[in-house]
């Protein structure tokens, strides 16, 4: 079993999306040295504007100084080419693709060797099927951050049956300096959030194809029931296309139940480029 990198200092965030944006700006606050990939020169750009956007909140609030601010920026360099992305550590936040994953880490390893550390973000897809069609299987782990990465405390870290335990034991250290709170789970169908929360998204879906509610309804509930986000609106915000994928991928692992089949409501929705916040429309619609 190949030997986990004790330092880590360069990493690249893959995607810059929702998730890679926030992710990026979190290893950049600790320290890190990031290059941020992305298919989409847009999406990149996106990402700067929004990382420097959620920085001058934490600079307003006195929880950075300007001094802080400038080395966190410095710090990310963005980037189309594949091909310039070296480094120690790879945290992947792309699309929600098996495939895709696979592609993206065997890419990897090939510029830099056996040592590279592939960390994803995947919500749903097993490690041990990633696993099983990369180069170096040992050096994935699952490092699950939660919407939006910047504020959200905790991170899933997800051992597969080849993970090396030492890697394992090295994100959880990252996940700590960045002021998280790391918890170790299996490598079972959505973790353990995602598998939890599936029928609260769900079943309100459900309810409303139904005519049981309406969407402001159900939001309008669940937040005076004490959750922090109705489901339609957390829906907007983590992204009706994720949602749906993870949906989906937990569903078939878990054998299709009925009581977790994906909802026709939220796929139609998708089939309209409706996907949320990133959209501007979701199940709501936004400035
Ligand atoms: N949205 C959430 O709330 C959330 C929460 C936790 C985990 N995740 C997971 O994080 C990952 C990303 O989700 P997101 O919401 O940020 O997605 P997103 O749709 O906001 O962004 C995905 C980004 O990946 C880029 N991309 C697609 N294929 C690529 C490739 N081959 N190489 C490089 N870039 C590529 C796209 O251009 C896009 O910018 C998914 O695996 C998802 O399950 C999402």
Redesign the pocket.
């Known amino acids: 079993m190949p030997m986990a990198n004790n330092s880590i200092n360069q990493i690249i965030v893959?995607?810059?999306?929702?998730?890679?944006s926030g992710i990026a700006q979190l290893a950049a606050t600790a320290g890190f040295k990031v290059i941020q990939?992305?298919?989409?020169k847009e999406?990149l750009e996106k990402s700067g504007k929004s990382i420097e956007l959620s920085l001058q909140k934490f600079l307003a609030k006195g929880k950075l100084n300007e001094e802080e601010f400038n080395k966190i920026v410095t710090n990310i360099t963005y980037t189309t080419q594949l091909d310039t992305c070296k480094g120690d550590l790879v945290i992947e936040?792309?699309?929600?693709k098996k495939e895709?994953k696979i592609g993206?880490f065997n890419q990897l390893f090939a510029l830099n060797g056996p040592d590279l550390i592939v960390a994803t973000?995947?919500?749903?897809i097993s490690i041990d099927a990633i696993a099983s069609s990369i180069s170096f299987p040992a050096q994935l782990v699952g490092l699950?951050?939660?919407?939006p990465a910047p504020l959200m405390k905790l991170v899933e870290i997800i051992k597969g049956k080849a993970t090396n335990t030492m890697i394992v034991q090295q994100m959880v250290d990252l996940a700590l300096l960045m002021q998280k709170t790391p918890v170790i789970c299996k490598d079972a169908p959505g973790f353990i959030v995602n598998r939890v929360a599936r029928p609260y998204y769900l079943e309100a879906m459900y309810m409303v194809q139904k005519g049981i509610i309406t969407i402001e309804q159900a939001d309008a509930v669940l937040e005076a029931a004490g959750f922090k986000m109705g489901p339609f609106k957390l829906m907007d915000l983590?992204?009706l296309?994720?949602n749906y994928s993870?949906s989906s991928i937990v569903w078939e692992d878990l054998g299709k139940p009925e009581r977790l089949k994906p909802s026709e409501i939220q796929k139609a929705q998708i089939d309209q480029g409706a996907l949320g916040i990133?959209t501007k429309k979701g199940f709501y619609e936004y400035n």
């Open positions: 893959c995607g810059a999306g929702t998730m890679g990939f992305d298919l989409s999406m936040a792309i699309v929600e895709a993206l973000n995947t919500s749903s699950h951050f939660f919407n983590i992204g296309d994720i993870v990133k």
